[in-house]
């Protein structure tokens, strides 16, 4: 009996389980089917989410009414030659979770209909942001398709495949750990404990951008708002900017984006 179609996912790293975790909060009862080397995380997916294990990459990929790339950009190359040297019917349409790699690129190693997508781990929440770009062979019910699987783990973002670098390097939540971990040492370092300093710093991030999304407003209206001029708030941005922050945020995101523009030539 033929096998009903599923989404299928090729690597069981950490966003494939994100995904699956989210799609499930969401509501989403469709099959998944997982194709992963290492048993020990597939058995860890089908836990949590529920999945189903393919017995092989071939098997995989026939049954799937769309195949999701979840593997390291260093790996994508030699997974499509896997696809390809299995004899697999490949279905149409592939989505391609690869930061970096290029539509051009993927086209030249399989000639079907590819999406660019780079998902937020927060999707496990349904609060994760996916910017997504469309090789111009996929149609408009595909992109309709693709939108909506996403939007279920949170708001999708069409951009042009010229922006997915910049985009893929700022949109990181690891800007936000990487904050909250290091305001939150330097509020202990000058003495407070460090679940307090953790709470402070939390709230300076979360629940000041929490309020910013509500409320509607400019930012420039909130920081003038929080930040009175001769006050303490103004005092520590303005020594934060005098330290050069605004330089290291702009080095940071430059790095990124040359990481993503280095896995086009991978």
Not at 55 to 71: F, N, Q, T
């Amino acid at each position: 009996m033929t096998k009903l179609k599923a989404t299928v996912f090729v690597g069981g790293g950490r966003i494939t389980g994100a995904l699956a975790a989210g799609l499930r909060l969401a509501g989403d009862e469709r099959t998944i089917v997982v194709y992963d080397r290492h048993a020990e995380k597939l058995r860890a997916l089908r836990r949590e989410s529920q999945i189903e294990i393919a017995r092989d990459l071939k098997s995989a990929v026939e049954r799937a009414e769309m195949v999701i790339v979840a593997v390291r950009p260093g790996s994508v190359r030699e997974m499509v030659g896997e696809v390809v040297a299995c004899g697999a019917s490949a279905p149409g349409l592939w989505v391609s979770l690869a930061a970096g790699i290029p539509l051009r690129n993927l086209r030249a190693w399989l000639g079907v209909r590819w999406v660019r997508a780079m998902p937020s781990p927060v999707c496990r929440i349904g609060r994760g942001l996916t910017p997504v770009c469309f090789d111009g062979s996929v149609g408009k019910s595909e992109r309709v398709r693709v939108r909506r699987f996403f939007e279920q783990v949170g708001p999708v973002l069409e951009l042009p495949e010229g922006q997915m670098d910049t985009i893929t390097a700022t949109h990181s939540p690891t800007h936000g750990y990487h904050a909250l971990a290091t305001l939150a040492k330097v509020a202990q370092d000058a003495g407070l404990d460090r679940e307090t300093a953790l709470k402070a710093a939390a709230h300076a991030l979360a629940g000041g951008i929490e309020y910013w999304r509500e409320m509607g407003l400019r930012l420039e209206e909130l920081l003038e708002e929080a930040a009175t001029p001769g006050g303490i708030a103004a005092a520590t941005i303005a020594g934060a900017e005098k330290a050069g922050y605004s330089r290291a945020v702009q080095a940071g995101l430059k790095a990124g984006i040359a990481r993503a523009r280095k896995n086009a030539k991978l």
